[in-house]
């Protein structure tokens, strides 16, 4: 049997280290990456092999030669150019007469590949795929299998709401000749978004055999430490070219040791390359050290691995550290977990570099020196910018100007040169700083800014939504901790950009890839004067001016002193309403209100509503996508209320729907299938809710934190128009919200949230599926299961360690007992998945 082996690709998310050589020989263990895969299949009687090659192939060829020093027998496909992971393998389609199995050369593990073998003749398949638990599934393809293996769903690295089980593809596949067919020569073809998913439709016999054992992708600098540690804690074996002594844990290579007097102090497990020196007092731990290497006296190592030839002076301090080949580290020098030294850098005397800082090759690091921040590219201590749509962090602390101009460079560098970019701000101090600087990171890279300054957030938004810019950036304080600044990315038709976009600027902020035009290109800053007054038109349009006129409603709005004071007032006041203002005057030295100071004013509001005998009442938020609404009582809506009230006041047309979260209650289904309308479940993400409100005879949408979409105008979060909204709609209904709202009849809906590590996440959701395979289930957001008593809803949260529990039921009983009855099951399978 043959196999072919995957070595082709770039390794870019590996850098430093792979910038010299291709990925599958970056050195495991003293050996290359691939040569344990090598290893392994030769272990299992597979020793015809085909290694696909494209970046840097004369490195690998020249280390393995035809295969027969290491006992397998190789030939060597370089196609001719990047036709994706099955379009490669159908390059060597002359080669492959017979089954074959597919593995990636940049993998560590130990799985029993005879037993897939076995499966795969068992099952009569025609592929199979190798699958495996891990803890968390977001970077790989999850894969779904029925009771008999056959594959019946694929999820190409999902997000959270997504996750159904914690089961991925590990890349390697058992493959029957005839499945090449299916690949067009010549052409960019992907097993997992191409080949199978049309095996899948076809019913083709595509199965999945879950293997138990290590298995750790490569994938990037982190991964690659760890696996290290692995090795060093014993949780696999490999092939270890150095020679055990008799000290348990150390192994010395040809002409290695510690000079006499053998004082060094070993602990762990610490392979010691050929004529590598360890002198005087050094200490090592769980460490690995390359060949002609040179640790001093008193130099401390743990945790670290160094390649060939690298020199760590007297009292140097190394933990967690990568050291690339022909590296010199000073004396004195301290590295901390994290850091990675590219091949041929010198780091001078008593220089720190803290951690996750990595150099690139051929850097000179002076002594003395503190270094924060990667050389010459990339950051990776900070794992991700983006939390959907948008970056935040404590103003002046982790989001400073030099931050906003390097996002600014990046964000800009994703776009076409000469683009147009919209740029906004809420009314504090703080947004505008950290514009003006992300601006000029923009202009950087070439693009021209149409900055509108202090402006409501559904008014940039609703520009976008007409033809002229590509995107836009808008600048706010969180309304949920004052201390933090929010930058939220739109896409050109005014939606919260896609998770792939924000991939993007990540990429080019992390590598400092960006674009620097010629000094004669910088983007150009112009304003939009009227923008305010174009907005204003399209509102109008959008209601019945009339019926809000006849019924001359009497409103109070606290307006937060945020941007919508500029706007709001005059359009409620030309279309007959009575305004009493709160906080209206727009002040950029105030700071944003505390949760105790939001409920002092609602309750000042409330009680002026009442002395007013007011239609109602409004708190507008600081950037004019939310609402909080007051009825003709004083009385504040929930999130809940607010949507039942827009629904039952709704006169819809036939087949016309609203659009709401997984999370809403079905109890407000219920109301809109009462009034004639369909209801439209998506994702509680904005990005999802907006694009959902533009299909045809969506009549609103909404979330669960009191933001409204009413496409009628715009398929956009707005809280100003919602207001002019509920007035024509209370108007033509001629009732008041009070009177409403005590019609509504709600069933008992319930929420909580547990603690989740992010390594229990996939697991407590694949726990979750397989409980609820015989049961009526819905996977549009985590998983919904329908029960007669009710149904209960758990999602995990993407960006914090939590999962999100919900329940709604007839009674409160029945919904607690939901609650609590699927609570005990996340515990219960926290504590199984902690056990393993």
Not at 144 to 150: C, L
Not at 277 to 292: C, E, F, M, P, Y
Request: hydrophobic share 40%; with cysteine.
């Amino acid at each position: 049997m043959k196999a072919v082996i995957m070595a082709g690709g770039f390794g870019t998310r590996l850098h430093p280290l792979t910038i010299n050589m291709p990925k599958p020989m970056v050195p495991l263990f003293n050996r290359p990456i691939m040569l344990h895969i090598v290893d392994l299949l030769k272990r299992h009687g597979i020793t015809e092999l085909i290694m696909l090659l494209y970046h840097q192939p004369e490195t690998i060829k020249h280390f393995f030669g035809d295969g027969s020093e290491f006992g397998v027998s190789i030939t060597y496909v370089t196609p001719l150019d990047d036709f994706g992971t099955a379009g490669a393998v159908k390059a060597a389609a002359k080669h492959l007469d017979e089954r074959f199995m597919i593995i990636s050369g940049d993998l560590l593990t130990d799985f029993d590949l005879s037993k897939a073998l076995d499966f795969h003749e068992e099952k009569q398949a025609q592929a199979t795929l190798a699958l495996t638990p891990v803890a968390d599934p977001l970077q790989f393809g999850v894969v779904i299998t029925d009771n008999e293996d056959r594959i019946c769903k694929f999820l190409e690295k999902p997000d959270w709401g997504e996750v159904f089980s914690d089961t991925i593809n590990t890349g390697i596949y058992i493959l029957e000749p005839e499945v090449l067919d299916l690949i067009p020569a010549g052409e960019n073809y992907d097993w997992s978004k191409d080949v199978f998913p049309a095996m899948l439709a076809k019913q083709a016999p595509l199965f999945g055999c879950t293997l138990k054992g290590y298995w750790a992708d490569i994938g990037n600098t982190d991964a690659y430490l760890a696996a290290s540690r692995d090795l060093c804690a014993g949780k696999l074996k490999v092939e270890i070219s150095e020679q055990a002594e008799k000290k348990k844990g150390l192994f010395l290579g040809a002409e290695a040791g510690a000079i006499e007097p053998h004082q060094a102090k070993f602990s762990g497990t610490v392979l010691i390359g050929d004529n590598s020196r360890i002198q005087g007092r050094a200490s090592l731990k769980n460490t690995v050290i390359g060949r002609n290497c040179v640790i001093e006296d008193g130099a401390e190592l743990r945790d670290c691995v160094l390649w060939d030839n690298v020199f760590v002076k007297a009292g140097a301090k190394l933990e967690g550290a990568v050291v690339g080949s022909n590296v010199r580290i000073g004396k004195g020098a301290t590295l901390k977990p994290g850091t990675v030294i590219g091949d041929h850098s010198t780091v001078g005397e008593q220089a720190q570099l803290n951690t996750d800082v990595k150099v690139w090759p051929n850097k000179i690091i002076e002594a003395g020196s503190i270094v924060n921040g990667n050389l010459i590219w990339g950051e990776v201590w900070r794992k991700s910018l983006f939390e959907g749509a948008l970056v935040k962090g404590l103003t002046n602390i982790e989001l400073t100007p030099e931050f906003a101009a390097k996002l600014g460079a990046a964000y800009g560098s994703t776009l076409p040169k000469g683009a147009y970019v919209l740029t906004g701000r809420d009314a504090f101090r703080a947004s505008r700083m950290l514009k003006r600087s992300f601006v000029g990171g923009l202009l950087s890279a070439g693009i021209n800014v149409r900055d509108v300054k202090r402006l409501p957030l559904p008014v940039l938004r609703y520009k976008l939504t007409t033809f002229g810019e590509v995107g836009g950036v808008h600048f706010r304080q969180s309304d949920r901790d004052a201390s933090v600044t929010e930058i939220v990315f739109f896409d050109e038709q005014g939606h919260e950009i896609s998770s792939n976009s924000a991939k993007a600027i990540e990429r080019i902020f992390f590598k400092e890839n960006f674009r620097r035009v010629h000094f004669a290109e910088p983007g150009a800053i112009s304003d939009l004067p009227n923008i305010a007054d174009y907005y204003r038109e399209g509102f109008l349009r959008a209601l019945d001016k009339k019926q809000i006129y006849a019924s001359r409603p009497r409103v109070v709005i606290d307006l937060n002193h945020a941007p919508a004071a500029d706007i709001l007032p005059s359009i409620l006041n030309e279309l007959g309403c009575e305004v009493i203002e709160l906080n209206s005057h727009v002040d950029e030295t105030l700071t944003p209100q505390t949760a105790d100071e939001i409920e002092a004013r609602l309750d000042q509001l409330g009680r002026i509503i009442v002395s007013l005998q007011a239609t109602a009442g409004f708190m507008v938020g600081p950037s004019g996508e939310k609402t909080i609404y007051l009825d003709d009582k004083g009385v504040p809506l929930s999130e809940i209320e607010t949507i039942a009230l827009f629904t039952v006041l709704e006169d819809p047309k036939k087949s016309e729907q609203i659009v709401l979260p997984i999370t809403a209650p079905e109890s407000i289904e219920r109301m809109a299938t009462e009034r004639g309308m369909k209801t439209r479940w998506t994702k509680g993400d904005g990005r999802s809710i907006g694009l959902a409100a533009q299909e045809k005879k969506t009549l609103m949408a909404a979330d669960m934190e009191r933001r409204l979409i009413f496409p009628r105008f715009h398929p956009h979060f707005d809280g100003m128009f919602s207001i002019a909204r509920l007035l024509e709609l209370l108007g033509k209904q001629e009732c008041s919200i009070s009177d409403v709202c005590s019609k509504i009849k709600f069933d008992y809906y319930l929420s909580l949230q547990l603690p989740c590590g992010w390594e229990q996440k996939g697991g407590v959701m694949r726990l979750m599926n397989e409980a609820s395979i015989d049961l009526q289930t819905t996977f549009i957001d985590g998983v919904k299961v329908n029960l007669k008593q009710g149904w209960v809803l758990v999602v995990p949260d993407p960006y914090r360690p939590l999962v999100h529990l919900r329940s709604e039921a007839k009674t409160q009983l029945l919904a607690q007992n939901l609650l609590n009855e699927y609570r005990t099951k996340v515990e219960k399978w926290q504590k199984e998945l902690q056990g393993k």
